[in-house]
C-alpha cells in the first residue's frame, strides 16, 4: 500500500525542486539557529551550575546542538540532492545516498521533536535539582573559609539580589540554618549562648536573614533582623508587610526562568522542525518522480510520486532491521531480528520497574537468545 | 599650480566613480551609526536622570542625532551624483551642483569633527552635574511618601548595588544626611531623643548606612549599622576593614562609566570622520578631472584632478575678491555718469603680446 501518491507534471516537478532548493537553505539556516539556541540555552544553564544538584537537564541543550548540526547537515545534502534532481545524468550517483540518507534524516527529525517534548518534561527534575542544591547552598553559606565552598556566599548573594528572590521556598528558610560563621560569633556573651542551647544541633538560629534578601523598592529601610518581632521595630507587623523583603523564592524563580527560555525555544524548534519535515517530503517526492522517469528517452512525461512505498510500519522494519543485524552481529533472518528487539523492550520495561539503574543491558544478555 | 594633481584616465575616471558610489553607500550606513550613537547616549543619559543635575550634558547626544541624519542625506547624494558620473553626458545635469555640494560637504564634516571632540570634553560638566545631583538623591533618599521623590530610594539603591559603590564619595557620606525617614523613628524612645537633639538642624544621624552598601564578596554577614564603633561587633576593626562594604564613591564609579561610553563613542566617530573626509576627497577629484574633461572636449581623454586649482594661498586671496565684490554688483559706475550705453574702452586680451588686430579693410 503506497502512502502519499501523487501526480508531478514536468512543470511542476521543476518547480519543486526551485522551491525545495530555497526552502533547504531556509532549513540550514533554521539548524543553525537551533544549535545556537542550544548553546545558548546550555551557557546559561552552566551560569547557574553551582545551585544545581544535577546535570541531567543539560540533556536539552546537548539534544538540540545535536539536532542543529544534523540538520544544517541534512538540509545541505537535501538542496544538493534537488539541484541535481533535473538533471539525469547526475541523478544516479546519489542512487546509493539515499536510503541511508532518508533513514538518518527521519532519525534526527524525529530527536528534534523529543528534544522539544524534553525541554516540558524536565521541568520536574529541574525543580529537584534545584531544590537540593539551593538547600545546599543555604546551608554553606557561612562556610566562607573552607576551601571548595568560600563563593557560596557570593553565589547566593548575587543570586537573590539579580532574580529578587529570598531563600528556597521563602525567606524563612534562612531561619533554620545557621547562616553567620562561628567565627563572627561572641561565645562569651550571654544572648549567643542561649540561642545555641535552645536547639539539639548546637546551631546560632536567628530570626533574620542576609542583606541580600531586602527588597530596594521598599520605602522604609531593610529590616532584616528580628523579622518576627514586632516590637522590635517602630510601625512594622511583619503579617502585612510585603515589600520590605522579597517574598518569592529562589527555587521558583529559577525554575519560571528557564521554564520561560526554554518555552521560548521550544516554539522556534517546533517551527524548524515543520520546515524540516517539508523538506523531506519534498525531497522524498522529488526523488520518486525522477526514479520513475529514469532511463527513459522523453523526461519530460508526467510521473507519479510517492511518500512511502509500503505501509509504515514495514518501511520502518525494512530500515531498522539492518541496524539491529549491525548491534547483534550474529543474529538470523530480519524478522527474528525484529522479534528479539520487541522481547528486550518488553524485559527492559520489566526490569526498569525495580530500581536499579544500570542492568537494563546486562539484563539483556541473560535473557537473549 | 594646482594642489596635489593626479593624472585620470578614462578608466580610471570610470573606476573611481564606482568606488565612491559604494563607499557613499556605506557612508550612509556610518550615518546610521552615528545617528544610533546619538540615540544609545541618550537612552544612557536618561537612565540616570534622576542622579545627575541638569546641564548640558544632552547637547553631545542630539549633536550625534543631527549629524548621523544629515550624513546619512549627504551621502545618499553623494551616492547618486557618482553613480551618474561615470556618464559624461549624465555628470554635466549635476556639474553646477557638485561645487557647492562638495563645500557644504566640507562644512559638515567639519561639524562632524566638533561632535567627536565635544565627547572627549565633558569631563568637567559630568562631573559637576554628578555631584550635584547624587547629593541630592542621597537627601532625598528618606522621602518615599512625597511625590516626586517616591523613587528615589530604589534608584540609589539600585545604582549602589550596580555599580558597586557607595555614598558620594565614600561611605561617610551617608553619616552627615538622615537617611531613616521620620515616619520610622520612635520619638517616645530616649536614643532617638538624643540623637535628634545632638545636632543643630535636628537631623537623626547615625554611623550606618543602607543595605545596597554591602559588598558581595565580604566573607562575614554585612555590619551596616554602628560602623565606626568596634566593640558592637564581635572580632571587627573598622579601620582595617575593607570587604565589608564598598569602598569605591558613586561619583567616581559613573563617571568612569560614562568617559568610558564618551571615549568609545568620540573614537568611533572620529574614525567615522576620517573616512568621510577621504570619500569627500575622492568626490572632489572625481569632479575637477570631469570637468577638465570637458574643458577639453574629448570625453576619452586624460584629464587632471586636483584639490585646488591654484595654491592655498591664492584661491583664499581669489574667494575674499568674490565676496569683496559680492557686496559690489547694485553699485553704480559713476564715471559714465550711470548710463551703461556710454561707449567704454575695449578691455580684451589679444593673446600674450597684448597687440590688438589691426582694423579690417571696409569696402568702399
Redesign the interface.
Known sequence: MVVGKMKLTFQKRVKLAQYLWMLSWFATLGGAVTFTLGCFLKTELRRRGEVMDNTDIHCVPNTLMIVGLASMGINYFASRICQDALDPGRFPRWKTFLKPFFGCSVFFTTLMLISVILSYAMKGSLETSLKIGLKNGIRFYKD??TPGR?FQ??TI??LQ?EFQCCGNSNYKDWFEVQ???N????FS?KEVKDRIKSNVDGRYLIDGV???C?N???????I?YRITNNTA????EHQTEELNLFIRGCREALVYYYMGLMNTIGAVVLSVFLLQCSVLASVRLLQTSMEAVAGQENVEVDSEGYLLEKGVKETFMEYVDPVLKLLWMNQPGPLQTTEHTVTWFLCFRLHSGTPRPHTGLKSISIIKY | MAVLPIKFTKTKRDKLAQVLWVLNWISVVTGIILFSLGIFLKVEINKRQDLMAMSQLQSVPNMLIAVGLIACVINFLGGKICYDCVDTNKFLRWKLVMLPYIICTFFFTLSVLVGALMCYSMHGQLEEALTLGLRDAMRYYKDTDTPGRCFLKRTVDQLQIQFQCCGNEGYRDWFQIQWVSNRYLDMSQREVVDRLRSNVEGKYLMDGVPFSCCNVNSPRPCIQYQITNNSAHFNYDFHTEELNLWMKGCRQALRDYYTNIMHSVGLTVLIIWLFELSVLTGVRYLQTSLENVLRQGDPECESDGWLLENSFVETARSNFNIIKHLGKFNQINISSNGDPNIDKPPTAHYGPDNVPPKPLPMAS
Open positions: 566562607t573559609d568560600c556566599k557570593q548573594d548575587r539580589m547562616w553567620i560563621s567565627r563572627y560569633l561572641d556573651s542576609p542583606f541580600s531586602c530596594p523598592s521598599s520605602p522604609r529601610p531593610c532584616q521595630h517602630y510601625n512594622y
